[in-house]
């Protein structure tokens, strides 16, 4: 998996986003050693982050990854052999994340890495919070103050997981 990772990173190169390869593992290894099998994302760009996700998730999990763009580049990255266990959905948070969480049960994960601006973060975070055990962000300090990540955690006194650069994940439920 480590050289599957280097590839990966050596990919990034030629983006402007992307989950960053240290945060990337550090996202792969919090959805593995808490046992994830259902998780909602949103942006998907090149698929940095839903590469991560899908490779640490079990056989018979699921990743829901939501992103505004039609662009042909969404999702590219992800192998032909997950689309099994991925589903990209095109929309915006506002129009479609409530209804993904209430047509898919049981999502144990969401994470954010769409809009940074804080109104837009703020929408999805408290959007996820009845539905998930987990919230994680990768903007955690980009746009700012004042901080969406920050005020979230505060305002729900959420435990962190994981703080990491851009990459944060707290536990909400469970
Ligand atoms: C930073 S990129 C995502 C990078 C990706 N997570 C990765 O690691 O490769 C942000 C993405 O969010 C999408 N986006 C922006 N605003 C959005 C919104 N309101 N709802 C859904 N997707 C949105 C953009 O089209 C873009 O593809």
């Keep these: 998996m480590l050289k599957i990772f280097d590839e990966l990173e050596s990919k990034r190169a030629g983006t402007r986003n992307g989950i960053p390869r240290v945060e990337g593992e550090a996202l792969y290894t919090f959805v593995k050693d808490h046992g994830i099998k259902r998780v ?14 899908l490779a640490a998730l079990p056989n018979d999990g699921l ?5 505004s763009s039609r662009s042909p580049h969404i999702g590219s990255l992800i192998p032909a052999e997950w689309f099994n266990r991925w589903q990209s959905v095109c929309g915006t948070s506002k129009t479609k994340l409530q209804e993904l969480f209430l047509l898919n049960r049981e999502i144990d994960f969401f ?25 994680g962000s990768h903007d955690v300090h980009l746009y700012g103050p004042q901080f969406a990540w920050d005020t979230f955690i505060k305002k729900h006194n959420i435990e962190v997981l994981v703080s990491l650069g851009q990459l944060g994940i707290g536990r909400v439920n469970g």
Excluded: K
Aim: glycine fraction near 4%.
């Design 63 to 67: 990743l829901i990854s939501l992103d």
């Design 40 to 53: 909602i994302e949103t942006g998907i760009e090149w698929g940095f982050s839903s590469y991560y996700i």
């Design 111 to 135: 994470f954010h890495d769409s809009d940074h601006h804080f109104e837009p973060q703020m929408f999805e975070f408290e959007t996820a919070l009845p539905f998930v055990n987990y919230i």
